[in-house]
């Protein structure tokens, strides 16, 4: 395989130019000991030592615990009045350091380099671990002013590693930032090894994974003569409990109250995707200890997932992370363990029984018919049975995913009915609208028409059935003629837990107003292509319906709308060929308009408003 090496000519590159991430690959035909193919770079978590009393130089790193990680060899030269240095400018043409401003250097809290912290033993156990204080002007630490820092892996597996630090070099480029990638030589036990070309100063870099960004080594050895650079591996142990990533995660489950739901459980995936498992870890009054927790990974959590029934029923409804609400009420999911998470809590919240869904008939009363559906939208229900976690683990899918459910109407999304395997325990009162969609919240909608005719005894026919509108109780208003992938669809806030939600449809050939009297107004008419045309008032509004079949079944022409939009009456129809452009129909009614009344007429072609 044959990896392209991204080299500069660095006269031609200016002052501090980032490298973007990009990644630079050493050439495989490149001597790595004698080709120098460090290209200049500026991650702002990579320091430079400036260390007195002799003026000795050496880089370092932020850890995501704010301390200062470099090599054993360099932390052992420091003394009083040493420093470390961001944002480093380009030195003199002779080479000569050039300092950082006064606002990016930290003294070095020269009580921090104890036995405890600083290993200079040679290859493999050379590190340290230390401390400096707050800058003097700013009064910030460094992972506050940079706004970076590294987690660290145990992992001598890498592919490939990049190493960033203030190596020497020849005039302006000495000792300031450059950096630089290669492959993984063969690392095993205590130390990494790679193909990366380095040079004096360069001891106490980061030895970066490629693949994630996490910290695998400290680089400390120039050593061509075994045909590669080393450095210290985070598999040793000593530097490894020294960063100390692994820690005890408390992991909160309250009820709305703020009670810790005592005897119940929190759920940790174990194991890979594919092959494991949730392990179950019990909540005492402190919440459940998640032990072994690494800064810097994932962790994969699961609340508990059925109706709490003690007063007032509750369940599952979103996770919070240092008691900010987590938007993606998906249960299970995975978290990034970052070192600034103080806090993870499983948030329940009181559950209503009462709520329902239905639709409506104005035209033709007590109708109830057993085929009717309206369709409902719930991203806290659990019906999804996840593939990424061995296809056997059920979750809520949130807002990104869950789908609309058709329904039989009425329909009751209450604590204890399924709907085939779907349970849906309740829904929550007040979860707001979001038209940005940051918000979970609920959502109905109904299909323009009924997707299958309802006899009526009254006509002995069966006829369609077309949305009309939006009607609720203990709800906030429902969006009126939002019209999406052939359904009337609508958010829908519930305020009540006794709340009910109203399609109202209109059926064709039916009306419960003064529908074809008034004999002096045509009502009825044939194209020439032999469709039946018909207008007639109900509901308050006027209609016009087309059949194409002599009167066996008809349908609402207007994308099953009424003609006038705040109310009409006595409506006449006529039609006029013509020749080439279908069949051209007009109607003339009363409109009402604001409170007063005007003739309106409307031209139609083949059904559609012109």
């Known amino acids: 395989m044959i990896y392209l090496d991204f080299l500069f000519d660095k006269k031609s590159i200016p002052p501090k130019e980032i490298l973007s991430k990009t990644v630079s690959k050493v050439n495989s035909a490149q001597n790595f000991c004698t080709d120098d193919g460090r290209a200049l770079s500026n991650d702002s978590a990579v320091c430079r030592f400036f260390i007195q009393p002799n003026g000795l130089g050496g880089s370092g790193f932020i850890l995501f615990n704010g301390k200062i990680a470099t090599a054993g060899h360099v932390a052992s030269s420091i003394g009083s009045g040493s420093v470390i ?18 606002d990016d250097q930290y003294a070095v809290n020269v009580s921090s380099i104890t036995s405890q912290t600083v290993h200079d033993n040679g290859l493999g156990d050379d590190w340290a671990v230390i401390s400096v204080y707050a800058n003097s002007n700013t009064g910030l630490m460094p992972k506050e002013a940079q706004g970076a820092y590294f987690y660290v892996e145990q992992n001598n597996a890498f592919q ?72 210290t591996s985070f598999l040793n142990s000593s530097l490894w409990n020294t960063v100390n990533p692994v820690f005890n995660l408390t992991v909160h489950q309250k009820r709305e109250s703020g009670a810790e739901l005592t005897n119940t459980y929190i759920y940790r995936w174990i194991g890979t995707q594919l092959s494991g498992s949730f392990q179950s870890y019990p909540v005492n009054s402190n919440g459940a200890s998640i032990d072994n927790v690494i800064y810097g990974n994932y962790e994969t959590f699961r609340s508990k997932q059925d109706l709490i029934t003690t007063s007032p029923n509750e369940k599952y409804n979103k996770w919070k992370l240092n008691n900010n609400d987590n938007n993606d009420v998906t249960n299970h999911q995975s978290f990034f363990i970052s070192s600034d998470l103080s806090s993870l809590t499983s948030q329940f919240k009181q559950t209503y029984s009462g709520i329902t869904l239905k639709n409506a008939y104005p035209e033709v009363s007590g109708l109830d018919p057993s085929t009717d559906v309206i369709e409902f939208n719930d991203p806290w229900l659990i019906d999804y049975n996840d593939p990424d976690y061995n296809g056997t683990t059920y979750r809520n899918r949130g807002m990104a995913t869950a789908p609309f459910k058709s329904r039989s109407a009425p329909f009751y999304p209450d604590y204890n009915s399924y709907y085939g395997s779907d349970q849906y325990l309740g829904v929550f009162l007040n979860e707001e609208y979001d038209p940005q969609g940051q918000n979970p919240y609920y959502q109905v909608r109904s299909p323009i028409q009924q997707p299958q005719d309802i006899y009526l005894s009254q006509t002995g026919k069966y006829h369609k059935f077309y949305f009309y509108n939006w009607s609720s109780s203990g709800t906030d208003a429902l969006t009126q003629n939002n019209i999406v992938n052939g359904y009337y669809e609508s958010a829908v806030v519930f305020r009540n837990g006794s709340a009910i939600v109203i399609a109202n449809l209109k059926g064709t050939q039916i009306s419960n107003g003064s529908g074809i009297t008034n004999s002096n107004q045509r009502k009825i008419v044939r194209s020439d292509d032999g469709k039946l045309h018909l207008v007639y008032g109900s509901m308050g509004h006027v209609w016009y319906e087309i059949s194409s079949n002599n009167g066996a079944t008809w349908e609402i022409a207007n994308s099953g709308k009424p003609l006038d939009s705040d109310g009409g009456n006595s409506p006449s129809i006529d039609y006029s060929p013509s020749e080439g452009s279908g069949n051209n129909i007009v109607v003339t009614f009363e409109a009402n308009v604001n409170g007063l009344t005007y003739i309106e007429t409307q031209f139609f072609q083949n059904g559609i408003y012109l």
Request: charged letters at 20%; aromatic letters at 6%.
């Open 160 to 231: 490939s590693v990049r190493v960033t630090g203030y190596g020497e070099d020849d005039g302006t480029y000495n000792k300031v930032e450059q950096t630089m990638s290669g492959l993984n030589d063969g690392s095993s036990g205590n130390v990494v090894k790679y193909k990366v070309y380095t040079q004096g100063d360069n001891s106490g870099s980061p030895v970066i994974n490629e693949a994630n960004g996490k910290v695998v080594g400290i680089h400390t050895n120039n050593n061509c003569s075994n045909g590669n650079n080393e450095g």
């Open 85 to 102: 240095e961001f944002n480093v400018p380009l030195s003199e043409e002779d080479g000569t350091r050039k300092r950082s401003s006064a």
